[in-house]
């Protein structure tokens, strides 16, 4: 459900969808930008005094990562401009599925650069914010890690040193909201930065933001990914924050003439319907190639990996994606990489909102069926 971009088709298509299963009545720009060559440099700035806290040891933020495990992410709902815009409205009873099915967290995306003020100190809406609550609530209720990640701020990435600030002052609000929350809320810093906000730049924003969660939130786990929609390429050049409770993050849509094959919000798509992936050792091969950048990059930094988002669209046959979501899932897992499927119920979805019954072939892919 973000406007993904292709920018390339080969090894280095390792980022995220930058449209994943958006309302066709809402069509998205789908050619990458070709990265600047001039790398805004944020203005200088005292950094934020973090606050004395117990910094865990790194063995923890492993355990926090394999937490989440196998998640799946309520995409098109609260990141639309408003809930249901898209298609999606979360419901009481889609959290008992999903623990029932065998996932272990949810991840929720929201916009809540659309429920902010627009001048400061952006005061969250208080409404929109308890919808968010009633969200985690309902995840920590039955058992699920909850991960509350910031999506589809469309504008910082477009114009990242004039939202700077709006975006800090937003994670200032949401990091002092949920202080006393369970240690199963995560935070996600930035879903895919793109454009103008480069990996280089982007690392300076994102040691500013934990910085300032670290003031009331001195332990509490912070996934965080690189630049060009959390390419799993962009690692080599991504520092992250000096913190030990980070989970770095990525995602994966390759091939994407075959995931986004006949997607409404991707330009040319129509040409490539009828892509299959047949599993074929190159393709396997292909693909461990492409998680072992980040198994390799995590083991040598010694950070958790979690692949953020995976998935298929609706219009590619459903042994092709059953066949591809099942691949993608046992090489992460057999890479000690934990992850979340794109997504629940939308044009992605493992779950038929309509017929109220999971894609079986889908959901078999994911939790196999012991």
């Given at each position: 459900?973000?406007?993904?971009?292709?920018?390339?088709?080969?090894?280095?298509?390792?980022?995220?969808?930058?449209?994943?299963?958006?309302?066709?009545?809402?069509?998205?720009?789908?050619?990458?930008?070709?990265?600047?060559?001039?790398i805004p440099t944020?203005?200088?700035?005292?950094?934020?005094?973090?606050?004395?806290s117990p910094t865990l040891p790194q063995a923890a933020i492993f355990e926090r990562n394999n937490r989440i495990g196998r998640a799946v992410n309520f995409g098109n709902a609260l990141e639309a401009?408003?809930?249901?815009?898209?298609?999606?409205?979360?419901?009481?009873?889609?959290?008992?599925l999903i623990k029932n099915a065998g996932f272990t967290a949810v991840r929720i995306p929201v916009r809540f650069s659309n429920h902010a003020a627009v001048e400061a100190p952006y005061t969250l809406d208080a409404a929109f914010l308890?919808?968010?609550?009633?969200?985690?609530?309902?995840?920590?209720?039955?058992?699920?890690?909850?991960?509350?990640?910031?999506?589809?701020?469309?504008?910082?990435?477009?114009?990242?040193?004039?939202?700077?600030?709006?975006?800090?002052?937003?994670?200032?609000?949401?990091?002092?909201?949920?202080?006393?929350?369970?240690?199963?809320?995560?935070?996600?810093?930035?879903?895919e930065p793109n454009g103008q906000l480069t990996t280089e730049l982007w690392g300076q924003f994102a040691a500013e933001a934990v910085g300032i969660i670290r003031q009331t939130n001195p332990t509490r786990p912070i996934i965080v990914g690189p630049g060009q929609w959390n390419s799993a390429v962009q690692l080599q050049f991504f520092t992250p924050p000096e913190d030990a409770n980070l989970i770095i993050t990525f995602h994966y849509y390759s091939p994407f003439h075959f995931t986004h094959q006949g997607a409404e919000w991707a330009t040319g798509s129509e040409a490539w319907m009828g892509t299959k992936w047949d599993g074929s050792d190159t393709l396997r091969m292909i693909m461990r190639q492409d998680f072992f950048l980040a198994a390799d990059w995590g083991k040598r930094n010694n950070r958790p990996i979690f692949l953020g988002e995976f998935g298929a669209y609706s219009k590619a046959d459903m042994d092709s994606r059953a066949l591809w979501t099942d691949a993608v899932a046992r090489t992460a897992?057999?890479?000690?990489?934990?992850?979340?499927?794109?997504?629940?119920?939308?044009g992605f979805g493992v779950y038929d909102p309509v017929a109220n019954q999971w894609r079986e072939p889908l959901l078999d892919a994911l939790i196999p069926q012991k």
């Open positions: 459900m973000k406007r993904m971009i292709i920018f390339c088709l080969c090894l280095s298509v390792l980022s995220g969808c930058s449209g994943k299963g958006k309302s066709t009545s809402t069509p998205a720009a789908t050619q990458v930008p070709p990265t600047s060559t001039l944020a203005p200088a700035s005292p950094s934020p005094t973090r606050a004395p401009p408003n809930e249901g815009e898209w298609g999606v409205t979360l419901k009481e009873e889609y959290f008992p308890e919808r968010v609550d009633w969200a985690v609530n309902n995840a920590l209720d039955q058992g699920l890690v909850a991960i509350v990640d910031m999506h589809h701020y469309v504008e910082i990435f477009e114009k990242p040193l004039e939202h700077k600030e709006r975006f800090l002052a937003i994670w200032t609000q949401l990091a002092e909201h949920y202080q006393d929350y369970s240690p199963d809320v995560y935070f996600e810093l930035l879903n897992e057999e890479l000690g990489i934990t992850w979340a499927y794109w997504e629940f119920c939308s």
